[in-house]
């Protein structure tokens, strides 16, 4: 029997009695008989995740690119950019780029996956040594301090 997946929103797990034997799994509809539905969601839930592995890695290779063209370390480790800063930062970079910019949640994973991370330093939260450079930091600050234009 032929595997048919077809594309959902809903994610969840269940079987049609009405219907054709159905399996909802991680955004996916697979349709197939009652004894290779396992099967089934275990070779999409592998796909899936090889997806997800591949989006972080093409994420991985977007943050290193950004760090390389709009961050600099500082050795002064008294100074450095906020995170909404270097996230700000980022979002203009994306812009620049004509990228869509990833979720804050992404960004942090990735940011830290290339050992960067926010610390106090002089009772402020930072990113320390680290300073902006490049046109992305241009347009982040004539965008976020309007009153300089």
Same mark, same amino acid.
């Given at each position: 029997?032929?595997?048919?997946?077809?594309?959902?929103?809903?994610?969840?797990?269940? $079987?049609?009695?009405?219907? *054709?034997?159905?399996?909802?799994? /991680?955004?996916?509809?697979?349709? +197939?008989?009652?004894?290779? !539905?396992?099967?089934?969601?275990?070779?999409?839930?592998?796909?899936?995740?090889?997806?997800?592995?591949?989006?972080?890695?093409?994420?991985?290779?977007?943050?290193?690119?950004?760090?390389?063209?709009? $961050?600099?370390?500082?050795? *002064?480790?008294?100074?450095?950019? /906020?995170?909404?800063?270097?996230? +700000?930062?980022?979002?203009? !970079?994306?812009?620049?780029?004509?990228?869509?910019?990833?979720?804050?949640?992404?960004?942090?994973?990735?940011?830290?996956?290339?050992?960067?991370?926010?610390?106090?330093?002089?009772?402020?939260?930072?990113?320390?040594?680290?300073?902006?450079?490049?046109?992305?930091?241009?347009?982040?600050?004539?965008?976020?301090?309007?009153?300089?234009?």
């Amino acid at each position: 029997m032929a595997l048919l997946i077809e594309r959902r929103q809903e994610a969840r797990l269940g $079987i049609d009695s009405k219907k *054709d034997r159905v399996l909802f799994y /991680t955004g996916f509809r697979i349709l +197939g008989s009652p004894n290779g !539905w396992r099967a089934q969601a275990a070779e999409a839930d592998r796909r899936q995740q090889d997806v997800e592995l591949e989006g972080a890695a093409m994420s991985q290779s977007r943050f290193r690119k950004f760090l390389a063209d709009c $961050i600099e370390k500082d050795g *002064d480790p008294s100074v450095g950019l /906020t995170p909404d800063e270097l996230y +700000g930062v980022y979002t203009s !970079w994306c812009l620049i780029q004509r990228l869509e910019p990833e979720s804050a949640k992404a960004f942090w994973a990735g940011m830290r996956a290339n050992g960067i991370g926010p610390h106090q330093v002089n009772h402020r939260i930072v990113c320390p040594t680290l300073r902006m450079r490049g046109p992305a930091a241009a347009d982040y600050i004539l965008a976020s301090q309007p009153d300089l234009i």
